[in-house]
């Protein structure tokens, strides 16, 4: 073989293997970008649009929460934060700013029983990008509005913030639960066969729930023996206007 051919070949595989490295590249990159969303746009911008120092962020920032001994909830644990969940909801009607500091306490409870560094607020916030980029991203932007001085409008957008990365967290989000989904609902409605595992927050929620549909019922009935003594009322007036005098 001429020694021309060898380096046509040579260079050949250079070219191969040039197109190869670019191509995984590639793929590594567009996947980072499907999984931390805006958070690759942020770091890349960070960097001066310098890609590849954020790729190589991202990866690893990966390194370091694969070694967390991160888990899932159990069944009982996310039908509890199910309904301190709900409590939380709820509470936002009388007292936004209080809700949302509530459902911000919830989140990293979660977060500490899913076995993320709570403790480490950079660990967690890191472990969240990777595992729950999109939620995330929200989560991060309603972080720097103060809850006391914050509209009613920027409390309601924060609670859905925080609800998306709550649902993810707890795998309670519509459609990723599966399966699961159906024995949490067993267990926060009680017919799992064993209700003094139903969370305290749920069946205070309960409890008021029924108080005010006691309420609800009491009123009602004030109401009716108002409305009958006015009409007795009335009469006895007919009655006083037809006596002959």
Do not use: C
């Amino acid at each position: 073989m001429s020694t021309g051919a060898i380096i046509g070949i040579i260079i050949a595989v250079i070219v191969v293997v040039a197109i190869a490295v670019v191509a995984s590249t590639e793929m590594r990159r567009a996947r980072l970008r499907r999984q931390f969303g805006p958070e690759y746009d942020r770091l890349v911008e960070k960097h001066g649009g310098n890609k590849r120092k954020a790729d190589a962020e991202l990866a690893e920032r990966e390194r370091r929460v694969r070694a967390l001994n991160l888990r899932e909830l159990t069944p009982e644990q996310q039908a509890s934060y199910s309904g301190d969940w709900a409590a939380v909801q709820e509470r936002f009607v009388d007292s936004p700013a209080e809700a949302v500091g509530a459902a911000h306490t919830l989140i990293w409870n979660v977060m500490r029983d899913r076995g993320y560094p709570a403790d480490d607020r950079s660990a967690s916030m890191d472990a969240l990008a990777v595992h729950h980029g999109r939620a995330f991203e929200g989560y991060r932007k309603v972080q720097a509005t103060p809850a006391d001085s914050a509209s009613t409008e920027q409390l309601r957008e924060s609670m859905i913030h925080y609800r998306a990365l709550f649902e993810d967290l707890t795998g309670l989000r519509e459609g990723q639960a599966g399966p699961q989904r159906d024995r949490v609902a067993e267990i926060r409605d009680g017919s799992a066969g064993a209700p003094a595992t139903a969370p305290a927050a749920e069946r205070e929620l309960a409890g008021d729930r029924e108080l005010a549909a006691e309420n609800r019922e009491l009123a009602a009935e004030n109401r009716d023996a108002a409305a009958r003594e006015r009409d007795l009322a009335a009469e006895d007036g007919t009655r006083t206007a037809d006596t002959p005098r």
